[in-house]
């Protein structure tokens, strides 16, 4: 299983990214797919997730309303839609993947970096 993140960068305070994680090796179904950030100094941190099958979404409180994940299925491409992005939502961003039945995550991304000035 692969996961490849694109999309970070920088930019300003208020500004959007979108990210995207394309995945290959997993059947695309019965799956979840996440995604989760790391700061500097800190742990890694659950942002958001969703169900393959059936579509549900979570996301962590931090995000909600700013933060939108969707899927591409034609793609096997999971993009996590930022907007209106502070400067605390500097991290690494990780996407992830685990079967819908475990608690695990099982395939990780290298990460892609998003860097917010104020």
């Known amino acids: 299983v692969q996961l490849v993140e694109s999309g970070g960068g920088l930019v300003q305070a208020g500004d959007s990214l979108r990210l995207a994680c394309a995945a290959s090796?997993?059947?695309?179904?019965?799956?979840?797919m996440g995604w989760f950030r790391q700061a500097p100094g800190k742990e890694r941190d659950f942002v958001a997730d969703?169900?393959?099958?059936?579509?549900?979404?979570r996301y962590a409180d931090s995000v909600k309303g700013r933060f939108t994940i969707s899927r591409d299925n034609a793609k096997n491409t999971v993009y996590l839609q930022m907007n209106t992005l502070k400067p605390e939502d500097t991290a690494v961003y990780f996407c992830?993947?685990?079967?819908?039945?475990?608690?695990?995550?099982?395939?990780w991304g290298q990460g892609t970096q998003v860097t917010v000035s104020s």
């Open positions: 992830a993947t685990k079967p819908l039945w475990t608690m695990t995550w099982d395939y």
């Open positions: 969703l169900r393959l099958s059936g579509g549900s979404v």
């Open positions: 090796g997993r059947r695309f179904s019965n799956i979840v």
